[in-house]
Structure formats: structure tokens, C-alpha cells
């Protein structure tokens, strides 16, 4: 007989024995919390699940579910709450309404002996601004507090299921081959390599299960006899997906449900373990837990979340900060935005005010080994300042990543609100020096030219790519904002900020448009940094 899939039975069989031993270690047991605002009620045998609201105050145990949506262009089975049907779901929602993951996550949360489960698109009503903007403000709360996360690692959309639909196990394909005696036999094979240990496998790994005696009721992974780990072979959907990061990291517990085993992480746990307590893998998003619980790594913390939060892909730009919300709130006890008075604790538009200076030497990344010039959307400026690194959808990286975060010489800055007649715009004012420059044309980093100093060479990575047209509008003047201390690429400054101002415009009011690690003089320019003066300037 082949080895067969997981089955929900199973899966909750290999959670029920992970929790038991998860509880023994000091991670948090079956302890009543707060609930969240909503949440589907199992049901049981004689009635249907349905969403409830929760009184306020009202303590219980509940599950998380995290998963891809899926692409709102393809035809799949989807179930959400809107105004017009949320009466409707807190009478009943039909078990056979639901797509498969979500019905899935009710038969595992039942399983477990649990009357609720929270997923986000039945608990918070997806059509009404308001309830999805305070709802989703409550991310810390709603994944921190759960008693394990469900995550459907392998499915592309809700109704993938949390596990593979079929008997066999999705990464063996079968052979038929006769022995010396003619009898036919069935053979199963890896559909690729996986590591093995057990001195009786081949080098096409066919591995036969050997028989211990007095094991019967141990698998040889328990015994210790071979190791043979397909969660090396899983992929995960939701780590190419924005939202789904910050569920990862607060989460007290996950169990990944992925294509050929479950895996297991908690906040005991170095790294995660799999089904069969072999996995190898290397998991990087624990050092971000870390960073949460350890303020004394800021800014550099930030720096790695933002960078890998922004690789990852989302539907809608305008979730650029909401997706991250959760962690912000991880960060600091600073729950709520202080819109007008920006002090040491205030988060303003994914930038820490204390650490600004720190945290304005990012760059756009460009797609690799493309021969087109890439051009990256700009977020409109009511959405955020073209200082802060979330104005671009676009992956970000660091110049000062891993390095020394020394400050810029420019210490006497501050953030105020713009006003305008439709919205506020947070400004970052400085006591600074900016000196014009031109941009020659180039591929990938651009060359600049213009500027007074002694290297030979350097580089300008614009925001927006190096496709995009904000380098080269006739109706604006370019200018570099010195960042003198540091060592960025072992280059002895800490990068410029390149920026523009609108032509024969008297305020000094200036947008970013891009960074530049080096700068190159244009010959016969004598000017030395001592001689440009400092001015009071506004970026917007």
C-alpha cells in the first residue's frame, strides 16, 4: 500500500500531541482571553456554524485561520461578510457553503474541542470602511490571543482546502517492477530527492519501512532509523503574502498545514518541527518574534521587518501600512497614531520618529537580470510622505543594513502636519545642506553628476525605478541632502537623499525621489562640503 496524505483526523491527532507537550513548556495553555469583536461558532451536529458577535468583556478560547485569499480575477469559491448578508450569517452559514479551507479549519477547531474560529473575511464586514478599519487595527490582539494559528500553507485560495484532496501523498509517484520470482510489485518513489540517514536506502532512495520488534505502534522516523522529511519540500503561499507576516509573528503557535507534511512552530522552539520531527529548515521569521520582544535591537529590527514585509506581494496597494499594523502595535505601547503631536513614541507612515535619520537611507530594489528599466507605482502623497519607504509599492532595502546606525550630522529635525485643503501631510523639517546636482542617464543605478567631492564614481537608486520619469521632469531642479557620518558600503558616508523641488518655487519645500550611496564630482568643482550652508528645508 503507498503512504497516504494527511487527513484532518490525523492532523488533529499529531496537533492534540504538539499542544499537550506545548503546554508543558511554558507556552500559553487553554486559558480563557478576550475575544475578538467576531467570530463563527462551530455549531455542532445539530446546528449550523454561524458568525456571532461577541459581548463585550466576554473571555473564551478560539482558533486563527491564516490564508491566501486568492487572485479576485479567477473563478474559485469565496465567502465573505458584507452589509447585506451579515444578518444573515449570524442566524446560520450551510457547512457546505464554505470553501474547503474554511471548512476545514471548522473541522480541526472542532477536533480540538473549541467552539470558535476567526477568519478574517467572515469576521470583519469586508464593505463597511469602518468596521474594516477598526477591525483590522485589532490584528495584535486577534492573533496574539489565539490558542493556535491554523495556517494553509500550500493553498493559493480559500477553497484549496488546509490539506490536499487525494489518497496519495502528493510528492511520490508509483512504478511496477517484478522480482526473480515474476511476482509484480508497486514501488514508490520521491518525486524528488529528500534527505536520507538509514544505511538501507538506495541511491534512487527507495526506502522499504523497516520492522522493529516491540515497535509496532512507533513510525521509523520515532525509532530513529532513517529520516525522510517532506516538509523540506513544502512551499508556503503565505510567505509570498504581505498580510500574512504579521499573523506568522504574533501568533503564540502555528501549525503550517503544508502539501506534504504538517510543521509546527512556537515561541519555545528554536526552529520549527515537522510531522515526522526531522525538519531541517532553517526558519528566519523567529528572529522577528525576537525583534518584538527585544526593543534594544531598534532600528535595526524595523529595518529587517520592513525589508521583508515588502518583498512579499498584496492585492490592494492601500493595505501598504494597514498589513503591518499588528506589529506596530508589537513594537511599542503606543496603540494609536499621534497625528499631532509627534514625540519619541510616535509612528508616522512606517517610520519611527526616534530613529528617523536612522531609517531614511532605503532604497528600491530592482528586479534582477531584467532588461527593462523597471518603473515602481508611486502611493498618492495623502497616502504617505515621499520620505517614508512606504510612498513606493516596492521592495525596500536598507544602505545601512547590518552596518553602524550612526546618526547624520543633521540632529535638529522634526515632523509637522502640512495642511491642504483634502488632507494633512506629515513634513519632515531639517537644519540641512542640499547642494544641486544633475542625474546623467544611465541603466540600473543612474550616474549623478554635480556634486563636489573626491570619489569617482557613485550611484542614484530612484524610487520609483529607474523607468520612472521624476528624474527627468523639466519643470523640477534635483538636489542631494548630505548625510555626512556613517559608513555606507564601507564608503566613509552615510548615503545622500536625492530629492527634488518644484522650479522657481521660493519655499523650500523638496520630495524624495531617490538615494545615492556615492557621488561623483564634475571636474573643475572646487567646492568643498564646508562651503555649502545649512537651511531649514521641507520634505514632503
Same mark, same amino acid.
Given at each position: +500500500?503507498? #503512504? !497516504?496524505?494527511? $487527513? *484532518?483526523?490525523?492532523?488533529?491527532?499529531?496537533?492534540?500531541?504538539? /499542544? @499537550?507537550? =506545548?503546554?508543558?513548556?511554558?507556552?500559553?495553555?487553554?486559558?480563557?482571553?478576550?475575544?475578538?469583536?467576531?467570530?463563527?461558532?462551530?455549531?455542532?451536529?445539530? +446546528?449550523? #456554524? !454561524?458568525?456571532? $458577535? *461577541?459581548?463585550?468583556?466576554?473571555?473564551?478560547?478560539?482558533?486563527? /485561520? @491564516?490564508? =491566501?485569499?486568492?487572485?479576485?480575477?479567477?473563478?474559485?469559491?469565496?465567502?465573505?461578510?458584507?452589509?447585506?448578508?451579515?444578518?444573515?450569517?449570524?442566524?446560520?452559514?450551510?457547512?457546505?457553503?464554505?470553501?474547503?479551507?474554511?471548512?476545514?479549519?471548522?473541522?480541526?477547531?472542532?477536533?480540538?474541542?473549541?467552539?470558535?474560529?476567526?477568519?478574517?473575511?467572515?469576521?470583519?464586514?469586508?464593505?463597511?470602511?469602518?468596521?474594516?478599519?477598526?477591525?483590522?487595527?485589532?490584528?495584535?490582539?486577534?492573533?496574539?490571543?489565539?490558542?493556535?494559528?491554523?495556517?494553509?500553507?500550500?493553498?493559493?485560495?480559500?477553497?484549496?482546502?488546509?490539506?490536499?484532496?487525494?489518497?496519495?501523498?502528493?510528492?511520490?509517484?508509483?512504478?511496477?517492477?517484478?522480482?526473480?520470482?515474476?511476482?509484480?510489485?508497486?514501488?514508490?518513489?520521491?518525486?524528488?530527492?529528500?534527505?536520507?540517514?538509514?544505511?538501507?536506502?538506495?541511491?534512487?532512495?527507495?526506502?522499504?519501512?523497516?520492522?522493529?520488534?516491540?515497535?509496532?505502534?512507533?513510525?521509523?522516523?520515532?525509532?530513529?532509523?532513517?529520516?525522510?522529511?517532506?516538509?523540506?519540500?513544502?512551499?508556503?503561499?503565505?510567505?509570498?503574502?504581505?498580510?500574512?507576516?504579521?499573523?506568522?509573528?504574533?501568533?503564540?503557535?502555528?501549525?503550517?498545514?503544508?502539501?506534504?507534511?504538517?510543521?509546527?512552530?512556537?515561541?519555545?522552539?528554536?526552529?520549527?518541527?515537522?510531522?515526522?520531527?526531522?525538519?531541517?529548515?532553517?526558519?528566519?521569521?523567529?528572529?522577528?518574534?525576537?525583534?518584538?520582544?527585544?526593543?534594544?535591537?531598534?532600528?535595526?529590527?524595523?529595518?529587517?521587518?520592513?525589508?521583508?514585509?515588502?518583498?512579499?506581494?498584496?492585492?490592494?496597494?492601500?493595505?501598504?501600512?494597514?498589513?503591518?499594523?499588528?506589529?506596530?502595535?508589537?513594537?511599542?505601547?503606543?496603540?494609536?497614531?499621534?497625528?499631532?503631536?509627534?514625540?519619541?513614541?510616535?509612528?508616522?507612515?512606517?517610520?519611527?520618529?526616534?530613529?528617523?535619520?536612522?531609517?531614511?537611507?532605503?532604497?528600491?530594489?530592482?528586479?534582477?537580470?531584467?532588461?527593462?528599466?523597471?518603473?515602481?507605482?508611486?502611493?498618492?502623497?495623502?497616502?504617505?510622505?515621499?520620505?517614508?519607504?512606504?510612498?513606493?509599492?516596492?521592495?525596500?532595502?536598507?544602505?545601512?543594513?547590518?552596518?553602524?546606525?550612526?546618526?547624520?550630522?543633521?540632529?535638529?529635525?522634526?515632523?509637522?502636519?502640512?495642511?491642504?485643503?483634502?488632507?494633512?501631510?506629515?513634513?519632515?523639517?531639517?537644519?540641512?545642506?542640499?547642494?544641486?546636482?544633475?542625474?546623467?542617464?544611465?541603466?540600473?543605478?543612474?550616474?549623478?553628476?554635480?556634486?563636489?567631492?573626491?570619489?569617482?564614481?557613485?550611484?542614484?537608486?530612484?524610487?520609483?525605478?529607474?523607468?520612472?520619469?521624476?528624474?527627468?521632469?523639466?519643470?523640477?531642479?534635483?538636489?542631494?541632502?548630505?548625510?555626512?557620518?556613517?559608513?555606507?558600503?564601507?564608503?566613509?558616508?552615510?548615503?545622500?537623499?536625492?530629492?527634488?523641488?518644484?522650479?522657481?518655487?521660493?519655499?523650500?519645500?523638496?520630495?524624495?525621489?531617490?538615494?545615492?550611496?556615492?557621488?561623483?564630482?564634475?571636474?573643475?568643482?572646487?567646492?568643498?562640503?564646508?562651503?555649502?550652508?545649512?537651511?531649514?528645508?521641507?520634505?514632503?
Amino acid at each position: +500500500m503507498p #503512504p !497516504r496524505s494527511i $487527513t *484532518i483526523g490525523s492532523s488533529i491527532t499529531q496537533i492534540e500531541a504538539w /499542544l @499537550s507537550k =506545548c503546554d508543558m513548556h511554558g507556552c500559553s495553555k487553554k486559558t480563557p482571553v478576550q475575544l475578538p469583536t467576531r467570530l463563527i461558532d462551530m455549531g455542532n451536529a445539530n +446546528m449550523e #456554524p !454561524r458568525l456571532q $458577535t *461577541i459581548k463585550n468583556g466576554e473571555l473564551g478560547t478560539y482558533t486563527a /485561520l @491564516s490564508h =491566501c485569499w486568492g487572485d479576485p480575477a479567477i473563478s474559485t469559491k469565496r465567502l465573505i461578510s458584507t452589509r447585506d448578508n451579515v444578518a444573515i450569517h449570524h442566524h446560520s452559514i450551510p457547512l457546505d457553503t464554505f470553501p474547503n479551507t474554511f471548512r476545514d479549519a471548522i473541522m480541526v477547531t472542532r477536533g480540538l474541542g473549541l467552539r470558535y474560529v476567526w477568519i478574517d473575511s467572515l469576521c470583519i464586514i469586508q464593505d463597511d470602511t469602518a468596521d474594516w478599519e477598526n477591525e483590522a487595527g485589532k490584528m495584535t490582539s486577534v492573533y496574539s490571543n489565539a490558542y493556535i494559528t491554523l495556517a494553509a500553507a500550500w493553498g493559493s485560495h480559500s477553497d484549496c482546502g488546509l490539506i490536499p484532496r487525494g489518497e496519495r501523498h502528493p510528492l511520490l509517484k508509483s512504478i511496477k517492477a517484478s522480482d526473480k520470482e515474476g511476482n509484480l510489485h508497486e514501488i514508490y518513489l520521491p518525486l524528488s530527492r529528500p534527505r536520507s540517514t538509514h544505511p538501507a536506502s538506495t541511491e534512487n532512495n527507495i526506502v522499504a519501512e523497516p520492522k522493529v520488534s516491540g515497535s509496532a505502534s512507533k513510525s521509523p522516523y520515532e525509532n530513529g532509523l532513517y529520516s525522510f522529511c517532506y516538509s523540506n519540500e513544502n512551499t508556503s503561499m503565505l510567505e509570498t503574502r504581505a498580510w500574512t507576516l504579521q499573523e506568522r509573528v504574533l501568533s503564540q503557535r502555528v501549525v503550517h498545514f503544508g502539501y506534504a507534511e504538517l510543521e509546527w512552530e512556537c515561541r519555545y522552539h528554536i526552529q520549527p518541527i515537522c510531522h515526522c520531527g526531522e525538519l531541517s529548515r532553517r526558519d528566519t521569521l523567529l528572529k522577528y518574534r525576537q525583534l518584538i520582544r527585544d526593543g534594544r535591537n531598534f532600528p535595526a529590527g524595523w529595518q529587517n521587518i520592513v525589508s521583508e514585509y515588502t518583498r512579499r506581494q498584496m492585492t490592494y496597494s492601500k493595505d501598504r501600512l494597514p498589513a503591518l499594523d499588528g506589529l506596530t502595535k508589537a513594537y511599542t505601547p503606543h496603540d494609536k497614531l499621534i497625528r499631532r503631536t509627534f514625540d519619541s513614541g510616535s509612528y508616522i507612515a512606517g517610520m519611527w520618529f526616534s530613529y528617523i535619520p536612522q531609517l531614511l537611507p532605503w532604497y528600491t530594489v530592482e528586479t534582477p537580470n531584467t532588461h527593462v528599466p523597471v518603473t515602481h507605482d508611486r502611493m498618492p502623497q495623502s497616502y504617505a510622505p515621499s520620505w517614508s519607504w512606504a510612498s513606493v509599492l516596492a521592495p525596500v532595502q536598507f544602505a545601512n543594513r547590518d552596518k553602524d546606525l550612526t546618526v547624520p550630522s543633521w540632529t535638529d529635525f522634526r515632523v509637522e502636519l502640512l495642511r491642504t485643503p483634502t488632507y494633512q501631510l506629515p513634513a519632515l523639517v531639517l537644519l540641512a545642506s542640499v547642494m544641486p546636482i544633475r542625474i546623467a542617464n544611465g541603466q540600473d543605478a543612474q550616474p549623478i553628476h554635480g556634486l563636489p567631492f573626491e570619489d569617482t564614481s557613485g550611484f542614484v537608486w530612484l524610487d520609483a525605478g529607474q523607468g520612472s520619469k521624476e528624474s527627468q521632469d523639466p519643470n523640477f531642479d534635483f538636489f542631494a541632502l548630505f548625510m555626512d557620518k556613517g559608513d555606507v558600503f564601507g564608503r566613509g558616508n552615510n548615503g545622500n537623499l536625492i530629492l527634488r523641488k518644484q522650479r522657481n518655487e521660493e519655499d523650500e519645500i523638496y520630495s524624495r525621489i531617490g538615494y545615492a550611496s556615492r557621488l561623483v564630482c564634475v571636474s573643475g568643482d572646487t567646492r568643498s562640503r564646508s562651503d555649502i550652508e545649512d537651511k531649514i528645508i521641507k520634505i514632503i
